[in-house]
């Protein structure tokens, strides 16, 4: 079984602040998505990484997949309250045909004004 | 633009009731996924089924089952519902690859 464990479980700020999460492995993803999930409905796709020591940007997040594809992180530059929520990281094992992603436990991440 | 549509929305069962979780991809997408989210156990996979016609286990598939009825509907049955199965359900569908899995908004289910 393929596990991601997510750092920290529960992060609280104050608008305008940095922050970084963490999501971490012992196995080989063939790629690493995150998602962000809002109270009351389904998580939604922020970015998918692929190649090994990839990094992507979107507006004040930028994500980084690890070199050996085992973990990534997601900064947040200048939080705002708007970018309160569950964040979930999810592994992604291509082998055979079908395409299961391995979730994290998530980051629930609250941001004061 | 309904993308998974999740029905009921809310529901509250006595122990030993059972009932179906119904959920409709209008992407014509060829995957689809039921998943648990439990405080502080994340999302867990009950069932998939990777293409019309075959479904298989996911991680926590006990006390549930499943039905890939056509390319867009993929149902899931509690036919003797337990505590233990309260929770808030996830469908999702996707299309092979490295393509986003989209969720519905989910059902919340109690069991007493």
């Known amino acids: 079984t393929q596990l991601l464990e997510q750092s920290p479980q529960f992060l609280s700020i104050q608008e305008g602040e940095n922050l970084t999460v963490y999501c971490n492995s012992s196995s080989v993803f063939s790629s690493l998505q995150w998602y962000r999930q809002e109270p009351g409905e389904g998580p939604v796709l922020l970015v998918t990484v692929v190649t090994g020591g990839e990094v992507k940007k979107l507006k004040r997040l930028t994500f980084q997949f690890g070199d050996a594809r085992k973990d990534s992180s997601l900064h947040i530059t200048a939080a705002q309250p708007g970018d309160t929520g569950l964040y979930l990281c999810a592994g992604i094992n291509s082998g055979g045909s079908n395409y299961k992603l391995t979730f994290g436990k998530g980051t629930l991440l609250t941001v004061n004004p | 633009n309904a993308g998974v549509t999740q029905t009921p929305k809310f529901q509250v069962l006595k122990t030993g009731q059972s009932m179906t979780l119904q959920c409709a991809q209008d992407m014509n997408h060829n995957s689809m996924y039921w998943y648990r989210q439990d405080p502080g156990m994340g999302l867990r996979l009950i069932y998939y089924s990777a293409s019309e016609g075959t479904t298989d286990k996911g991680e926590v598939p006990n006390g549930y089952n499943v039905s890939r009825l056509n390319k867009r509907e993929f149902s899931l049955r509690l036919e003797s519902a337990a505590p233990s199965q309260t929770s808030v359900y996830f469908c999702?569908?996707?299309?092979?690859?490295?393509?986003?899995?989209?969720f519905g908004d989910g059902t919340r289910l109690s069991i007493l």
């Open positions: 999702a569908s996707s299309n092979r690859g490295r393509q986003p899995q989209h």
